[in-house]
Structures are given as structure tokens and as C-alpha cells.
């Protein structure tokens, strides 16, 4: 091999390692607001009453996002809710965590399974299988009244 040869491979990595060092963290803070939490910005909206999700059934319903700064047809969301006691109701987002493929509730195992990569969960949100590392996106909950609400910051944009 030429010493030419060499010096061109030679600049083209290290202008290839020195792209990566600058955009790959620049790419991360990029999209880090669309998958954190928001903090300290609730927006609480109900989702039906306790009437509409019996004991120990999961339900999928479709909640409309009021403020959402994407076109209409995207603030529907899907999320999955159950109640596992008369004073409690759990609502999870549809997204997986992995990377936010629509996960299907299976009424028969009782678990989520997610189409992309295998992802499994169970019926409390927890990984089972697959290359999730975390638990699925759980809104925070209330009923008030017997009308369930979800705070709809509690989980990330995009989850
Ligand atoms: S997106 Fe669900 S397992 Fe990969």
C-alpha cells in the first residue's frame, strides 16, 4: 500500500471518528425532550369513569391530547387501563419502551407483546422478555369522584 494511500484512509477516520464524537451526543440532546418526562407540567384529563373499566379487565381506549403541538390526526393516543382494586386504576401508555413500537394486549396470557422485536410484558408493566430494559410507560392516575384521570405529562412526548 502506498504511503498516499494510507495518509487519505488515515484522514478520512479520524474526520470520521471526529463527526461521530460531535454529532452523536448532538443527536442525543436533540431528541432528549421528547423522551423525557416533563416535570412539573401536569395536564390531567379524564378518561371515563370507574363504571367503564370493571375490576380486572384491561381496556383499550383512545384519549384525545389537548395541546399537543403535532397536526390533529396525532393527538390520538391509545392506552391500555385496568383497575386491580376499587381505589386504584392503572394506565399504561400503548408505546413500548424499547423503541416505542404499539404493543397488543393478549387477553388470553394476560400480557402486552410488541410486533417489532418481541418485547413482552406483563399485565403490572413489567419486561418479561425481549430487549426492553424498562418497565412499560405507566401514566399517574386519580379518580376523582369515580371519574378516572391520568396526568398526561407523567409519561414522555413520545411515549
Ligand atoms: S420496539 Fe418493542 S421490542 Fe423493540
Not at 395536564?43 to 403541538?69: C, H, N, Y
Request: aromatic content about 10%.
Amino acid at each position: 500500500m502506498e504511503r498516499r494511500s494510507v495518509l487519505k484512509w488515515a484522514v478520512r477516520g479520524i474526520g470520521l471518528a471526529t463527526a461521530a464524537m460531535v454529532g452523536f451526543p448532538t443527536l442525543i440532546a436533540g431528541f432528549a425532550p421528547v423522551w423525557q418526562r416533563r416535570p412539573g407540567k401536569e395536564s390531567w384529563q379524564a378518561i371515563g369513569t370507574v363504571d367503564d373499566f370493571p375490576l380486572g379487565e384491561m381496556r383499550k381506549i383512545v384519549v384525545t391530547l389537548p395541546e399537543e403541538p403535532w397536526g390533529a390526526a396525532l393527538r390520538e393516543k391509545a392506552v391500555y387501563a385496568w383497575r386491580p382494586s376499587e381505589q386504584e386504576a392503572i394506565v399504561y401508555s400503548r408505546s413500548c419502551t424499547d423503541l416505542g413500537c404499539p404493543l397488543t394486549f393478549d387477553p388470553g396470557s394476560q400480557c402486552f407483546f410488541c410486533p417489532c422485536h418481541g418485547g413482552i410484558f406483563d399485565k403490572n408493566g413489567e419486561r418479561l422478555a425481549g430487549p426492553p430494559r424498562r418497565p412499560m410507560y405507566r401514566f399517574a392516575t386519580r379518580i376523582v369522584n369515580g371519574e378516572i384521570r391520568i396526568d398526561l405529562h407523567s409519561v414522555p412526548l413520545m411515549a
